[in-house]
């Protein structure tokens, strides 16, 4: 205890205590709040969207999705070495988010856009448009997570970013779901005024677009980066990516990213047809299905928010990142199994499942975020090698691969239990539903507990290499405060 204790003190003792301030904290949170946004929309609604309004057969959409990804597995890392070797005044990370944030947003609304095609141009123009979206996503943000490794060196403090990272995520989590179903409906100008058209999402993709382009540019000229590679280090893409694969807590904690962004996304795919055709069953009940899976959502994001707020008091409890990260899966997922025991009248108790699910699931984003920047340090520890850019690139690689295979996986399920648009389900297809809010994501979840045990940074190792990195830094001077 004491050890650690004097371990901890000396590495404040040789860098500044307190770097990151407040307006700094919200600014780098905005990013976030930008990139959901979107994002959000993605994973959430455009699955909904291609089905319900363009009419496009869910397993197409499946495919698509992962298909796109395979792209995605070289763009990601390019654009972190591309980072790494950027040269401007502004660092290596903010200037990206300048240079990006108008295709960025052009692009997430060309998505929208379905012109009135033949079945297999539509398909194209999906399948391209998807890709042009994703590709820009990653222009922007690969940058923007791997600037929080270079703004701070300190580990707890990273965590604290971490979560008002996620603060602004679940802020923009909250916007999309409190106001998308109601916004495409007000915006779509249909007949009967109460029925989602695609022009109604079209200009609330404007309207989102507009908002995170500016959010992008506080988060530019808000945020500073401080943290260099070692001096002398150069440059070599080989010896970058063979180090980063040597680099075993870094791929263990991609691989955990991956499986947890995949049940999240797959039950998140599948709340709006759990509601619209198990708990409400009337189809033609546009209103009611609307206003349930708006106020699960809007609730599910709060009780989120609560959880990142949790995110210190969490790993204090539970003696480092790692621990926490594994007892609140362990935790979320039986409790996420309650849902297969609900009934369609039984609101109440699927709001309180999902109070209690999200608010546990809350501090594992920003625990994820915060161990990819200590694995950034655990190979300048180990090897000598500083490669934030590339580091950061995978992780987001994790993400997008999980928000990609967690919906296609649901698109299958629907294909394989029978799922027909905007009809009245079979007693298999709304069994299907049951199992994809419930059973499967739990399995999926537990899955993702039993690897966090493959992650080797523990709290006593984090202490170490913070302690250890300090000194060489104070030493060659490469901390830019």
Same mark, same amino acid.
């Given at each position: 205890?004491?050890?650690?204790?004097?371990?901890?003190?000396?590495?404040?003792?040789?860098?500044?205590?307190?770097?990151?301030?407040?307006?700094?904290?919200?600014?780098?949170?905005?990013?976030?709040?930008?990139?959901?946004?979107?994002?959000?929309?993605?994973?959430?609604?455009?699955?909904?969207?291609?089905?319900?309004?363009?009419?496009?057969?869910?397993?197409?959409?499946?495919?698509?999705?992962?298909?796109?990804?395979?792209?995605?597995?070289?763009?990601?890392?390019?654009?972190?070495?591309?980072?790494?070797?950027?040269?401007?005044?502004?660092?290596?990370?903010?200037?990206?988010?300048?240079?990006?944030?108008?295709?960025?947003?052009?692009?997430?609304?060309?998505?929208?856009?379905?012109?009135?095609?033949?079945?297999?141009?539509?398909?194209?123009?999906?399948?391209?448009?998807?890709?042009?979206?994703?590709?820009?996503?990653?222009?922007?943000?690969?940058?923007?997570?791997?600037?929080?490794?270079?703004?701070?060196?300190?580990?707890?403090?990273?965590?604290?970013?971490?979560?008002?990272?996620?603060?602004?995520?679940?802020?923009?989590?909250?916007?999309?779901?409190?106001?998308?179903?109601?916004?495409?409906?007000?915006?779509?100008?249909?007949?009967?005024?109460?029925?989602?058209?695609?022009?109604?999402?079209?200009?609330?993709?404007?309207?989102?677009?507009?908002?995170?382009?500016?959010?992008?540019?506080?988060?530019?000229?808000?945020?500073?980066?401080?943290?260099?590679?070692?001096?002398?280090?150069?440059?070599?893409?080989?010896?970058?990516?063979?180090?980063?694969?040597?680099?075993?807590?870094?791929?263990?904690?991609?691989?955990?990213?991956?499986?947890?962004?995949?049940?999240?996304?797959?039950?998140?795919?599948?709340?709006?047809?759990?509601?619209?055709?198990?708990?409400?069953?009337?189809?033609?009940?546009?209103?009611?299905?609307?206003?349930?899976?708006?106020?699960?959502?809007?609730?599910?994001?709060?009780?989120?928010?609560?959880?990142?707020?949790?995110?210190?008091?969490?790993?204090?409890?539970?003696?480092?990142?790692?621990?926490?990260?594994?007892?609140?899966?362990?935790?979320?997922?039986?409790?996420?199994?309650?849902?297969?025991?609900?009934?369609?009248?039984?609101?109440?108790?699927?709001?309180?499942?999902? @109070?209690? #699910?999200?608010?546990?699931?809350?501090?594992? /984003?920003? =625990?994820?975020? *915060?161990?990819? %920047?200590?694995? +950034?340090?655990?190979?300048?520890?180990?090897?000598?090698?500083?490669?934030?850019?590339?580091?950061?690139?995978?992780?987001?690689?994790?993400?997008?691969?999980?928000?990609?295979?967690?919906?296609?996986?649901?698109?299958?399920?629907?294909?394989?239990?029978?799922?027909?648009?905007?009809?009245?389900?079979? @007693?298999? #297809?709304?069994?299907?539903?049951?199992?994809? /809010?419930? =059973?499967?994501? *739990?399995?999926? %979840?537990?899955? +993702?507990?039993?690897?966090?045990?493959?992650?080797?940074?523990?709290?006593?190792?984090?202490?170490?290499?913070?302690?250890?990195?300090?000194?060489?830094?104070?030493?060659?001077?490469?901390?830019?405060?």
């Amino acid at each position: 205890m004491n050890s650690d204790s004097n371990k901890s003190s000396g590495v404040h003792a040789a860098l500044p205590d307190k770097i990151i301030g407040f307006k700094e904290k919200i600014g780098y949170a905005s990013g976030d709040m930008a990139s959901v946004l979107f994002f959000k929309v993605f994973s959430s609604f455009l699955m909904f969207f291609y089905t319900d309004i363009i009419g496009i057969e869910a397993a197409i959409i499946a495919t698509m999705l992962w298909v796109t990804r395979i792209f995605d597995a070289f763009t990601d890392p390019v654009m972190g070495m591309i980072c790494d070797r950027t040269k401007s005044p502004h660092g290596k990370f903010r200037p990206w988010l300048r240079w990006m944030v108008l295709p960025y947003a052009i692009s997430g609304v060309l998505i929208f856009t379905v012109p009135d095609l033949s079945e297999t141009m539509t398909i194209v123009y999906v399948y391209a448009t998807y890709s042009l979206a994703m590709l820009t996503y990653t222009g922007i943000n690969i940058p923007y997570g791997a600037l929080m490794g270079v703004m701070t060196p300190h580990s707890s403090e990273r965590t604290v970013l971490s979560s008002f990272r996620f603060y602004g995520a679940y802020a923009a989590n909250l916007i999309v779901q409190a106001t998308i179903l109601i916004l495409v409906v007000k915006l779509g100008g249909s007949e009967d005024g109460n029925t989602a058209t695609q022009s109604g999402y079209v200009n609330t993709m404007i309207l989102y677009a507009i908002c995170a382009g500016l959010l992008f540019f506080f988060t530019f000229s808000a945020t500073k980066e401080r943290v260099q590679p070692p001096k002398g280090q150069e440059t070599n893409i080989t010896k970058d990516l063979a180090q980063l694969f040597k680099n075993k807590p870094w791929v263990a904690i991609i691989i955990i990213g991956i499986t947890t962004i995949m049940w999240i996304a797959m039950r998140d795919a599948a709340i709006l047809y759990y509601f619209k055709y198990y708990v409400v069953g009337q189809v033609e009940d546009g209103g009611r299905f609307a206003a349930l899976a708006t106020w699960f959502n809007v609730i599910g994001t709060i009780g989120t928010l609560l959880g990142v707020a949790c995110t210190k008091w969490f790993t204090d409890i539970f003696k480092g990142k790692k621990n926490a990260y594994l007892f609140l899966t362990i935790i979320v997922s039986f409790v996420a199994a309650c849902y297969y025991f609900s009934g369609p009248g039984d609101v109440t108790l699927v709001f309180c499942i999902q @109070a209690i #699910t999200s608010f546990l699931m809350g501090p594992l /984003m920003p =625990l994820f975020w *915060s161990m990819i %920047a200590d694995t +950034a340090d655990y190979s300048e520890w180990k090897f000598g090698r500083r490669f934030t850019g590339l580091t950061f690139s995978a992780g987001t690689f994790s993400q997008k691969l999980g928000w990609a295979l967690g919906p296609a996986f649901a698109g299958y399920l629907l294909n394989y239990y029978g799922y027909v648009d905007n009809v009245a389900q079979s @007693a298999r #297809t709304i069994e299907g539903l049951r199992m994809m /809010m419930s =059973l499967i994501p *739990s399995g999926l %979840a537990l899955v +993702a507990a039993a690897l966090v045990m493959t992650y080797g940074i523990n709290l006593k190792l984090e202490r170490r290499i913070e302690l250890e990195l300090s000194e060489r830094k104070a030493a060659e001077g490469s901390l830019d405060t």
